[in-house]
């Protein structure tokens, strides 16, 4: 197996193939990048999938890949890009049919709950897309049974101007067995009938309210009883809400987004590959300090996902050791934002960085090995000397020199300016309140 392929990160997302030409020939999304990429190199399953698999191993000459935030934004994002591109191996998605949406014909008098591929602009309200529709089918239908929000599921056209004829009332099967509130035949007044509508799209829009924790005692009560098949029937309705749960980044992946996206991918592997990291440096923090003489001294940090900016990570710290009297400590300032960083990352270890970047040279490398120590943790990191751009690793006598354009150094380049700038601006905006007072 190609041990390039360990570098894949473990998040959701789509894969691309590629042949010698450049050209797509398969896309598949994974909730899994890195097991599911290794899956196609392992021998024993070589003939799982009939001539596809051995037909196309031997073509496939790149791999791209794009992170998504969960599995149904993969499988949106897959859907879209088997669809441009018409992919020779991708069978399925080929026929032009995209996901399907719920909607509430809000344009109606009496609104009915529908499923529908097309989303068109007027009144009418749409949820989804919804890539597992048959969770959510289950989960509408048990709603209607329970007379949670029973919309009317007939395709009659009536009004309050326009009542449907009796005749057409007499034939409903709805009507007759009381499933259906009947807004045609009067059994429920119009006001009361759109609070019902209301109530399911308030529900679809997420707003689940106090019925997860019904449905979750009631699936434990019965579960007590050993009742399973009834604590079946709420389990399956908690799973189907919690798919309902995930908001699905829906928009036009135009093709310089993909390229973005590819590239960004390209740099990261190439800074893994340069500095020895066997893991994909998706997360990315950088640290740099600024001050004046010693005075409004700060630390910052920035924070890039997968070779993009991520302001809600930011952070800014106003230093506390004690410094010279007249100037500053880098040294001193770089080791108190890196640990008080590192303990905030201990009391939450799921948004600890894949890789820690210091503006400076070799002094930082021990301002980062102290804050480590104190931490008791260790994180990989390393520093970009501004004035000849090398990069330092911890132990290394010499630190490493990249051509100017390689695609690692554009990388950090960028993430060290921008976390020098983050520090400027708050240095001087500290500077300035203290001499304006404003």
């Known amino acids: 197996m190609d041990p390039r392929i360990d570098i894949l990160p473990k998040s959701p997302g789509v894969y691309i193939m590629r042949d010698k030409s450049g050209t797509i020939i398969y896309v598949g999304k994974a909730k899994n990048l890195s097991d599911r990429v290794k899956q196609y190199f392992q021998e024993s399953n070589l003939y799982s999938r009939g001539w596809k698999l051995p037909s196309l191993l031997p073509l ?42 719920l909607k509430i014909t809000t344009s ?58 009796p005749v057409k009332i007499n034939t409903c099967i709805y009507y007759h067995t009381g499933q259906c509130p009947a807004p045609c035949a009067g059994k429920i007044s119009y006001e009361d009938y759109r609070a019902l509508a209301k109530r399911m799209a308030v529900f679809l829009d997420g ?64 800074l893994a590959e340069v500095i020895g990291l066997k893991k994909l440096p998706a997360h990315i923090e950088a640290f740099d300090n600024s001050h004046l003489f010693g005075r409004e001294a700060v630390g910052c940090m920035v924070c890039y996902i997968n070779g993009e900016k991520n302001h809600e990570h930011y952070r800014r710290f106003k230093i506390r050791s004690k410094l010279p009297e007249r100037g500053g400590s880098d040294f001193t300032m770089m080791e108190e934002s890196v640990y008080r960083r590192l303990r905030q990352i201990k009391r939450d270890p799921s948004h600890a960085p894949d890789l820690i970047l210091l503006d400076g040279g070799k002094s930082q490398i021990t301002a980062a090995l102290n804050a480590f120590e104190r931490a008791d943790m260790y994180i990989p990191f390393i520093a970009l000397a501004e004035t000849h751009e090398g990069i330092y690793l911890p132990g290394a006598a010499e630190s490493i020199k990249l051509p100017i354009g390689d695609p690692a150094l554009n990388l950090l380049m960028e993430i060290r300016d921008e976390v020098h700038r983050f520090a400027i601006t708050y240095h001087r905006k500290l500077r300035d309140k203290d001499v304006f007072g404003k």
């Open 207 to 270: 707003n689940f309210g106090d019925i997860t924790e019904k449905m979750t005692a009631l699936m434990h009560e019965y579960s007590g009883k050993m009742e399973y098949e009834k604590a079946a029937v709420f389990r399956n309705f908690l799973q189907a809400i919690e798919h309902m749960k995930e908001r699905v980044i829906v928009g036009k992946f135009k093709e310089e987004k993909i390229t973005t996206a590819m590239q960004n991918t390209d740099k990261l592997k190439r």
């Open 108 to 165: 109606e008098d009496y609104p009915r709950l529908v499923f529908t591929r097309r989303v068109l602009k007027g009144k009418d309200l749409y949820f989804g897309p919804y890539p597992k529709s048959y969770i959510v089918r289950s989960l509408m239908r048990f709603l209607w049974k329970s007379k949670y929000a029973p919309l009317r599921p007939c395709h009659w056209s009536f009004s309050r101007e326009k009542p449907l004829a």
């Open 60 to 101: 496939i000459a790149k791999i791209d890949y794009i992170t998504c935030d969960s599995e149904r934004d993969a499988l949106v994002l897959e859907d879209k890009l088997i669809k441009e591109y018409q992919p020779f191996f991708n069978s399925l998605g080929k026929d032009g049919k995209s996901y399907p949406y």
